[in-house]
């Protein structure tokens, strides 16, 4: 089993910044790749950020230019720098991780972080 811890959340104002950290732990081979999701109130899930173990990343084009996501695979901890926030960003923020179990691959949710942008 793996667990993922996320940290970081809180209340930010408008144009504020916050990081997010999501560490893994548990009983796994190696963690692949990794993301953030985020879901806002009354909406559906959504991708916001992916990072491959070698490090290529992607972003939602929302976020593009204000939020960077890193990992340090030594530590299996994946961060979430967000800048610029907008009232918009408001949501719980939720860690995903796919870890290699051997033989199989598999996908593990974080219990979500509670980000809210208000003035």
């Known amino acids: 089993q793996v667990q993922l811890v996320e940290s970081g959340g809180g209340l930010v104002q408008p144009g504020g910044s916050l990081r997010l950290s999501c560490a893994a732990s548990?009983?796994?081979?190696?963690?692949?790749?990794m993301a953030w999701y985020r879901q806002a109130p009354g909406k559906e899930r959504e991708l916001v950020t992916t990072?491959?173990?070698?490090?290529?990343?992607s972003y939602a084009d929302s976020v593009k230019g204000r939020f960077t996501i890193s990992r340090d695979n030594a530590k299996n901890t994946v961060y979430l720098q967000m800048n610029s926030l907008k009232p918009e960003d408001t949501a719980v923020y939720y860690c995903?991780?796919?870890?290699?179990?051997?033989?199989?691959?598999?996908?593990?949710w974080g219990q979500g972080t509670q980000v809210t942008v208000s003035s």
């Open positions: 995903n991780a796919n870890a290699l179990l051997l033989p199989i691959e598999r996908d593990y």
């Open positions: 548990g009983s796994f081979f190696r963690i692949n790749t």
């Open positions: 990072i491959t173990r070698g490090g290529s990343t």
